[in-house]
């Protein structure tokens, strides 16, 4: 124990004299300040360091000594260092010796001017006021500022120039402005009407209409079909109002029999529907369309095959259905064609269809639960209510939203709350996306304004700040305040 007691004693001397030295430092230098002189444009030119020096702090100096001191600007390597004049305060004799070698051009370099030679007893106790002007570059902006002492005379003193005491960062951290972004609650949706759709691509015999369940992939479509379908019927959360169907047939053969044909297998789809789900015929809307070019020429734009612009030109400025399938055949003597008969038509012979639904009003117990199963059971207004069980701006609050604005897409107010969401983040430049396909609101510029602060266009910030305010939003006027604070401080 002994031995431990002798091990820590130099330890805590050593932190005793560390602490009277940084005591001391911070005595001797005070009331520092760095300004940014700007210019016309705004754009920081100079800095101007200012701060005081005193003199008692130093009173044990001898007339053979002086004190150098050498104030820094120092960045994160040797390159982005700046040497500031130093000051020189110096006892009698020390004072004589160090002049004399100055005017007779025997000094060191840096006891030279711009460097101040003084002579402690003249202050008579009165403080040194320090300043500078020194012009602006870059690396200053994550700079510190701090003096380096050394003492001339005394040969049993400790040097202090080998590690500067940090006075200050030369630039503050920014002001954190706390920005109000805004949200609009949206309105009741009073009867939930909901239509999803599919579509079933049966194989059929050619130039035949029936649907048989062992034919090609019919086993899987039929499977697939009737997933979709009793997912409506047994849901009770939702009514179902009623079915549409829509039947298309691929290209090839005469244009009036394929007519028939997208009729006939449309109705023989309904009659599926109806004998399987006991739907009436009145809530089955049948139609039919005959040749899909349109899905053709979509499905070949989204092809990789080499020669698709000129399938697509036949397309566009042929109008009719014989002169298109004549001018397809005469390409590369009907090998194209043929590819087109065999992998890109037969996906054309299909029916698609549509569930229209009412779905029931949830309390927001029911929300939650509907949500992670069917949230597009849910109105922009219960979404709502929901994404605010989460905290604002975590992962669950922002993906609610993102859930909104992806079932409503074009609806002003999801954009306009996905973006607000978004900013809780930081995410402007993704907000600012939603933000711009909401309505000119308030809010809207209010939020706008914010994303752009957080992307550092203040210019811009301002103005949508500005033009939420001249629309009667406070949020704006309170936003326009922080705003100016973060651009003092910068």
Not at 454 to 466: L, S, V
Request: with cysteine; aromatic share 10%.
């Amino acid at each position: 124990m002994k031995l431990n007691k002798l091990f820590l004693l130099p330890l805590l001397l050593l932190s005793l004299q560390v602490a009277t030295a940084q005591e001391t430092l911070s005595r001797r230098y005070q009331n520092l300040k760095i300004s940014r002189v700007k210019d016309s444009l705004g754009k920081i030119r100079a800095l101007k360091i200012d701060f005081d020096i005193d003199p008692k702090t130093i009173s044990d100096l001898k007339s053979t000594e002086m004190l150098f001191i050498a104030p820094q600007l120092m960045g994160a390597n040797e390159k982005e260092q700046l040497n500031l004049p130093s000051v020189m305060l110096a006892g009698n004799n020390k004072y004589l010796t160090t002049r004399r070698k100055i005017a007779f051009g025997n000094a060191k370099d840096r006891f030279n001017a711009p460097s101040k030679l003084i002579r402690l007893k003249d202050l008579k106790g009165e403080i040194v006021h320090y300043s500078e002007e020194v012009p602006f570059e870059e690396w200053m902006r994550k700079a510190n500022f701090g003096v380096s002492e050394e003492r001339f005379g005394c040969a049993s003193c400790q040097q202090e120039g080998v590690t500067p005491y940090i006075f200050s960062k030369v630039f503050e951290d920014p002001y954190k402005p706390q920005y109000k972004n805004l949200y609009i609650k949206p309105a009741v949706e009073a009867v939930k009407h909901r239509a999803d759709r599919q579509e079933a691509k049966f194989n059929f015999k050619v130039a035949r209409h029936e649907l048989l369940k062992d034919f090609g992939n019919n086993a899987a479509e039929f499977k697939r079909v009737d997933e979709f379908i009793k997912g409506f019927i047994n849901d009770k959360n939702l009514n179902v109002s009623d079915f549409a169907i829509d039947g298309y047939a691929s290209p090839e053969g005469e244009f009036q029999s394929n007519i028939i044909l997208s009729k006939n297998r449309a109705y023989a789809f309904a009659k599926y529907l109806q004998d399987t789900y006991k739907i009436s015929p009145n809530r089955m809307k049948v139609n039919w369309h005959g040749e899909d070019w349109d899905g053709l020429r979509k499905a070949v734009a989204e092809s990789a095959l080499s020669n698709k612009q000129q399938i697509i030109d036949i397309i566009d400025k042929n109008n009719t259905d014989l002169k298109r399938e004549a001018a397809i055949r005469a390409l590369d003597g009907g090998a194209t064609y043929n590819k087109l008969l065999q992998e890109f038509y037969p996906p054309l012979r299909r029916n698609v269809y549509s569930v229209s639904y009412v779905v029931k009003s949830f309390s927001l117990e029911e929300a939650l639960q509907v949500y992670r199963t069917k949230p597009g059971q849910l109105s922009l207004e219960e979404l709502f209510h929901v994404a605010n069980t989460y905290e604002k701006g975590s992962e669950n609050f922002i993906g609610v939203f993102e859930t909104a604005v992806a079932l409503f897409p074009n609806d002003p107010i999801a954009n306009l709350n996905v973006g607000s969401a978004l900013l809780e983040s930081g995410l402007a430049e993704k907000a600012i996306k939603h933000l711009r396909k909401a309505s000119d609101a308030p809010e809207t510029n209010n939020n706008l304004g914010i994303a752009y602060s957080q992307m550092g266009d203040y210019k811009q910030a301002r103005t949508y700040f500005e033009k939420a305010v001249k629309a009667g939003c406070k949020e704006a006027q309170d936003n326009l305040i922080e705003l100016n604070k973060l651009e003092s401080s910068l």
